[in-house]
């Protein structure tokens, strides 16, 4: 018999150094990521959260709890939600109950982390009702764009430094990629 994981086991995890995720019962163990894993989402929330500002359409959010069930309970790196989503998702404790419209991972090294990244949380993603997934290499400098699709997210796109990140969701946005890997050497 395997063990299933819950939110209420998470609170009794308390080491700080660490992010705990739930993804299906199944329990992943982070440390701090990568300080180019950082700047990339620094980047990333930079310019979701000044074009929110101008749009007033919504806002972004960095490393936000979003709690789908007891055992789906995970931290995004970004997460971008509009002003009515924010107002069904949110709950007293601070953290999200739906799924943002546009959720952003950034990859970090190692195979487990990957697994969960591109098989788990496109899975929980999907199945939970996000309108879009970007999966962030900071290592190769790409993103996968994932858009939704006959209840589905699907592989949209790979986009390069070339290329300019760009989404429906978000009218009038645009982001080089080059810009998202700026700040690493």
Known sequence: MSLSWTSKDLELLADESKRYEI?????????QPHLNHQLVCGEIFEALQLWSRQSKAGLAIFAPGVIFADDDDVVPDVVW???????????????LH???ELVVEVLSP???????????????????????YWIV???????????REEA??????????KDALESPLLPGFTQKV?????DIP
């Open 23 to 31: 993804v299906s019962g199944e329990l992943f163990v982070s440390k």
């Open 81 to 95: 939600i509009s002003r009515g989503g924010l107002a069904e998702a949110s709950r007293p404790d601070g953290k």
């Open 98 to 100: 739906h799924a943002p």
């Open 110 to 132: 190692g195979n487990t982390n990957e697994r969960r990244d591109r098989e788990l949380k496109l899975k929980l993603y999907s199945r939970r009702g996000a309108m879009e």
């Open 137 to 147: 290499n900071w290592q190769k400098r790409y993103v996968e764009v994932y858009r």
């Open 152 to 161: 589905t997210l699907k592989l949209y796109n790979t986009l390069y430094e």
């Open 178 to 182: 080059s810009q998202v890997f700026a």
